[in-house]
């Protein structure tokens, strides 16, 4: 299979410069293996690690998903009375969960590579594992904490391993849609959550241990044997992979080489990486946007059965499969907009147009209006706030270069994200039934704020390509000798 075309860039300074010469191409500007049958089979390649790769992640995000929101059903099943929670000591359960994810990701940003993929994914889905498991043993307040802390610490290291881990089996323009797998996992885990507690209502009483003992105890043992398949599930690396045959793995390498002399990138990170994701604003403001939406996402996730059973007026029963189907729509609609912004090559539009929707979702619930309404508004509501989340995420991602940049960029981002989880624990107080209004306005004012941070988001991509454009219709640039290659060069375009 032919290496790529690339396209020169101009470089006019003298030869006592010593100047890097670079070559670059951009996914849209430089033919793909310029012959038809090696097409096919780089297409055929990307298919078969949808199958192979993109599952293992999609199936970690529906656990860990699962094991962190299940507090929300077990709280409707009668664990706030068994355990003897009182006033809002189930909010700041669910809060400081999201203390150690955040005092967990950045770090795990930096090192996973290095510590390699293969063995701490499934070493930190066993560890939470067990914690989820425990969990179904506690009898106070103390106890609940406890576990919350440390899920909360096992689980923050996940989410960054996955998204790196995915960035080096696909290209950027491959990478929306893959990310987008995980949400579409964590929506699937608010229907099958629903499911699996809805059925574990029949296991009330059985030895003696409420329902809500079983949720835990059944989903901890779920990951616990889940973390044993990643085992042999997760591979080192794509020359070692046990799925892919020698002459996929030469595709995987000429791959490689593209993304890396596109972004610059080593796979070797260190604190250059770090300051100039640091310094760079698009960090901070993709950052800052995703506390916003993140406020929303879990704050929806974790509460949506108990707003339904005490805002709405439902049973338990019915809020455990009322919840069923809305989460299935969200998964539904961030699966056709991750599509629709793979497949138009923009990020933009589809977080301007979906995030409206949420806002009128939000409005319905702060209205006195019936409570079918009010479930009518959860559908809006979860268009938006799934697809504006990993959206956003996707956007920073794939206008990162080198690959340590990006990995320091995610890794600011993601500290930012869980800013957010610790708000969404206390503005849904259990006390506040049945309005639940302070929960509603402020998941209402954080789509606004998103939603004007993007169109900022927009302006500044906009500028730099402008500034880009203009130094090489000048004649050019150049990289010094020494100099590290970032997504600042004229020859990185952004996707907007």
Request: proline share 4%; with cysteine.
């Amino acid at each position: 299979m032919p290496a790529p075309d690339t396209t020169p860039s101009l470089d006019l300074a003298s030869e006592k410069d010593a100047p890097i010469t670079r070559e670059f191409f951009t996914h849209d500007e430089a033919p793909s293996p310029t012959d038809i049958e090696a097409r096919k089979k780089e297409a055929a390649l990307v298919r078969k690690l949808d199958c192979f790769v993109a599952p293992v992640m999609m199936m970690l995000m529906l656990i860990s998903y699962l094991d962190r929101g299940n507090i929300g059903f077990a709280a409707t099943q009668g664990m706030r009375k068994d355990i003897g929670l009182k006033g809002s000591e189930l909010n700041t359960a669910v809060s400081v969960f999201y203390i150690f994810y955040i005092l967990a990701e950045f770090p795990t940003s930096i090192l996973v590579k290095r510590l390699q993929f293969n063995r701490v994914i499934p070493a930190i889905t066993f560890c939470w594992g067990v914690v989820c498991l425990s969990t179904g043993f506690i009898h106070s307040f103390g106890a609940l904490v406890t576990t919350r802390i440390f899920l909360g610490f096992f689980e923050g290291c996940l989410f960054p391993s996955m998204t790196l881990f995915l960035c080096n089996w696909y290209t950027r323009e491959e990478l929306g849609v893959r990310i987008a797998y995980l949400f579409i996992a964590s929506a699937l885990s608010g229907a099958f959550g629903g499911l699996i507690a809805w059925a574990i209502l029949y296991m009330d009483g059985v030895n003696g241990w409420p329902g809500w003992r079983w949720l835990y105890i059944l989903e901890g043992l779920i990951t616990v044997v889940w973390a044993f398949c990643c085992v042999f599930l997760v591979p080192k690396n794509y020359e070692t992979a046990y799925f892919l045959n020698d002459s996929e793995k030469q595709i995987m390498r000429l791959r490689a080489e593209r993304a890396e002399a596109y972004s610059g990138g080593s796979g070797h990170y260190g604190k250059a990486d770090i300051k100039e994701a640091a310094k760079d604003v698009k960090s901070w403001l993709h950052g800052v946007i995703q506390i916003a939406v993140v406020t929303i996402l879990y704050g929806f996730g974790t509460f949506l059965p108990i707003i339904i059973k005490d805002g709405f007026h439902y049973s338990t029963v019915q809020a455990q499969y009322l919840v069923i189907p809305v989460n299935l729509w969200g998964a539904v609609a961030y699966a056709v907009g991750a599509y629709l912004s793979d497949r138009y090559k923009t990020r933009f539009l589809p977080l301007i147009l979906t995030a409206p929707l949420g806002m009128i979702g939000y409005a319905i619930l702060l209205c006195p209006v019936s409570p079918a309404v009010r479930y009518f508004a959860t559908y809006l509501i979860a268009t938006a706030c799934f697809l504006c989340t990993g959206s956003n995420i996707a956007w920073l991602s794939g206008n990162c270069a080198p690959d340590g940049k990006r990995a320091a960029s995610l890794g600011i981002l993601l500290t930012l994200t869980n800013i957010g989880g610790v708000v969404s624990g206390q503005i849904y107080q259990s006390n506040a039934a049945p309005g639940f209004v302070l929960g509603h306005a402020w998941s209402l004012g954080c789509l606004v704020f998103a939603w004007c941070g993007w169109w900022i988001v927009r302006a500044l991509y906009k500028k730099r390509e402008a500034g880009k454009d203009r130094k090489l219709a000048e004649g050019g640039y150049r990289l010094a000798q020494g100099e590290m290659y970032t997504d600042r060069e004229p020859d990185f375009r952004y996707q907007i």
